[in-house]
C-alpha cells in the first residue's frame, strides 16, 4: 500500500551519532505513530501527532523526539544513538473518521554499532 | 498503561490444522482488531470488531469481540503456509483514541 512510506528502509550507524526516519503519507490522515518494535516486547508507542505541530509522547520516549511541520510527514530523531535503540521502527497513520484501525508502514530496520 | 493479554505467545502447526489465538484485558475495550505481520512488513489489519458479541469473518479467518467486552479470539481454519506469520491483536480501552497492542502470536506451520 503506497498510502504511507518510511525512509530509509535500512541504516546502520554509530553510537552518538543523530539519526532522523522519516514518515510520510499521502492518505490526509490526521494521526501519525511511531512504534518501535523488538523481540518480547510487540509494539511499543514511542511519540504520536494528531495534527500539525501537535504531538505527544507514548510509552518509550526518552532518547527520541519527533517533528510534524506538515500533515504528511512525521519525523522521528534520535538524539545520540545508543544500542539499546538498535530495532525495527514502525510509522503508523489513522482517522477517527475513517474507521478505527491504523494503517502501517513497512518498517525501518536500524542497527547502531 | 493498558495491556493486552495475547495468548500463545507462539504456535507450531502442521498445514491444515485450525488455529485458535485470544486476546484478554482486564477493562473494557470499545473496539477489537487483529492485524497479521509478514516477515520483514508491517502489520496489515486483517479484521475490525465494533460491537459486544459481533462475529466476523474474513476468508478462512473468524473474530469475534466477547461479550463481556475484555476478550477476543481470532481463528483459522485449515491453516495453508502463507498464513506464517506474527499475529497481533489491538483495541480501543474505553475512552481512549490510541490502540493497545497485544505481545503477538507467531504462527509457524510445518508443511
Not at chain 2, 483514541?97 to 505481545?103: A, D, M, S
Request: glycine share 10%; net charge neutral; aromatic share 10%.
Amino acid at each position: 500500500d503506497a498510502g504511507i512510506t518510511q525512509s530509509p528502509r535500512h541504516k546502520v550507524t554509530e553510537t552518538g551519532t543523530p539519526v532522523t526516519l522519516r514518515c510520510h503519507q499521502t492518505e490526509n490522515h490526521r494521526y501519525m505513530y511511531w512504534y518501535r518494535q523488538d523481540p518480547g516486547h510487540g509494539l511499543r508507542l514511542i511519540h504520536y501527532s494528531y495534527g500539525v505541530k501537535d504531538t505527544d509522547k507514548g510509552e518509550v520516549s526518552d532518547g527520541y523526539s519527533v517533528s510534524r511541520s506538515k500533515t504528511e510527514d512525521f519525523l522521528l530523531t534520535l538524539e545520540s544513538a545508543t544500542s539499546s535503540q538498535t530495532s525495527v521502527y514502525f510509522c503508523a497513520i489513522s482517522d477517527p473518521g475513517r474507521g478505527y484501525g491504523y494503517t502501517f508502514g513497512s518498517g525501518t530496520r536500524l542497527t547502531v554499532v | 498503561g493498558q495491556q493486552l493479554n495475547q495468548s500463545p505467545q507462539s504456535m507450531f502447526i502442521q498445514e491444515g490444522e485450525d488455529v485458535s489465538m485470544n486476546c484478554t484485558s482486564s477493562s473494557i475495550f470499545n473496539t477489537w482488531l487483529w492485524y497479521k505481520q509478514d516477515p520483514g512488513e508491517g502489520p496489515v489489519l486483517l479484521i475490525a470488531l465494533y460491537k459486544a458479541g459481533e462475529l466476523t469473518s474474513n476468508g478462512r479467518l473468524t473474530a469475534q469481540f466477547g461479550i463481556t467486552r475484555k476478550d477476543s479470539f481470532l481463528n483459522i481454519s485449515a491453516s495453508i503456509p502463507s498464513d506464517v506469520g506474527i499475529y497481533f491483536c489491538a483495541g480501543h480501552p474505553q475512552g481512549a483514541q490510541k490502540l493497545v497492542f497485544g505481545q503477538g502470536t507467531r504462527l509457524t506451520i510445518n508443511p
